[in-house]
């Protein structure tokens, strides 16, 4: 079955020091993925995606995702965290024939000053 | 600015009630997605349509249902609420065409069944 995991239930880093979130994934042809942001008390907004071409992917407010099929991981990354990037944040994988997303558990990230 | 919309934001019941959930958007979407959130299970589907008088069952279907009348509004009723249904839950929409397209959400409603 196809699944999406987020092995940390929570993140901390320091104001200033890269930070990285890790997402896996199983699933059965080529994925679309995709992370979204969950700000305390507010909806889901969308980060960035994967689709195809470069592995590499650039998003909103400078986060960065590298795809890695070998690894199977869609991994967030930011060089310099900032207080304000302090959400709960969900990596998520989409049916290509229905466009369903099935959402990773989430990871909270904590950034401190 | 196009947007999407929940009410009530915050709603308590009885078990055993009928309750129903209003999501509406204006981007002229014709995906539209409920799901919910819990802790430790991330956010699970509950049903979601592709258009008008076109629903489809998600991975959490039961004791729920929705009706698409138009393209802005997908209703959530919960039949006989139950206090398992407990949580919040988020409305969200899409571009036509199944799949590439970002899901976007509205602020969510906070449900307490007692």
């Known amino acids: 079955a196809q699944s999406v995991a987020q092995p940390e239930d929570q993140v901390n880093v320091a104001e200033g020091n890269p930070l990285t979130v890790k997402c896996t994934y199983s699933v059965s042809g080529n994925p679309y993925l995709f992370w979204y942001v969950q700000y305390p008390n507010r909806g889901l907004q969308f980060l960035l995606k994967?689709?195809?071409?470069?592995?590499l992917v650039k998003g909103s407010y400078g986060f960065e995702a590298e795809f890695n099929k070998s690894q199977t991981s869609f991994h967030l990354k930011k060089p310099s965290a900032l207080v304000s990037d302090s959400a709960l944040y969900f990596c998520?994988?989409?049916?290509?024939?229905?466009?369903?997303?099935?959402f990773g558990q989430g990871t909270t990230l904590q950034v401190k000053p | 600015d196009a947007e999407i919309t929940q009410s009530p934001r915050h709603k308590i019941t009885e078990t055993g009630r009928q309750v129903t959930l209003a999501c509406h958007q204006t981007w002229n979407h014709n995906n539209m997605f409920w799901y919910r959130q819990d802790l430790g299970h991330g956010l699970r589907l509950i049903h979601y349509s592709y258009g008008v008088h076109d629903t489809n069952k998600g991975e959490v279907s039961d004791g729920y249902s929705v009706s698409r009348s138009n393209t802005e509004d997908l209703p959530l009723t919960l039949e006989s609420a139950a206090s398992s249904q407990t949580s919040v839950y988020f409305c969200?929409?899409?571009?036509?065409?199944?799949?590439?397209?970002?899901?976007?959400f509205g602020p969510g409603t906070r449900l307490t069944v007692t």
């Open positions: 998520a994988y989409q049916f290509s024939n229905t466009g369903k997303l099935i």
């Open positions: 969200a929409s899409s571009e036509h065409g199944t799949t590439r397209y970002e899901q976007y």
């Open positions: 994967y689709i195809t071409g470069d592995n």
